[in-house]
């Protein structure tokens, strides 16, 4: 893994910020009734994230996290079902690589 000095991560985010400056006008994106991160999206963040894994003794390791948290931003969004859909035709294919693609096989649910 890579590591960096404070000084050094202080200055590629310094840089970084620099280089976003235009994207950073508070007064104007309040100004146009933009959500900035103080707000709607740490909610946001807050209800995807540690609301679902701050649970008392849960251990997550990465890809489980990761798994879990693409799964609450699918229904969050309105996209689970769609994605369920898709997800079960996939497991089909792997499991049936040779079955007639109009044959229908229901899987369990």
């Given amino acids: 893994m890579f590591r960096m000095s404070a000084k050094t991560a202080y200055q590629v985010g310094r840089r970084?910020?620099?280089?976003?400056a235009e994207h950073l006008?508070?007064?104007k994106a309040l100004a146009n009734g933009w959500p900035i991160a103080t707000g709607v999206i740490e909610g946001?963040?807050?209800h995807l994230v540690a609301d679902r894994l701050d649970i008392t003794g849960a251990r997550w390791g990465i890809q489980g996290a990761e798994a879990i948290l693409k799964l609450r931003a699918l229904k969050t969004n309105?996209?689970?079902d769609d994605y369920w859909e898709y997800h079960k035709t996939k497991h089909h294919q792997r499991v049936y690589p040779h079955a007639n693609p109009t044959?229908?096989?229901p899987l369990p649910t």
């Fill in 16 to 20: 970084r910020l620099g280089n976003k």
């Fill in 25 to 27: 006008d508070y007064p």
């Fill in 44 to 46: 946001a963040c807050r």
């Fill in 78 to 80: 309105g996209h689970l």
């Fill in 103 to 105: 044959d229908t096989i």
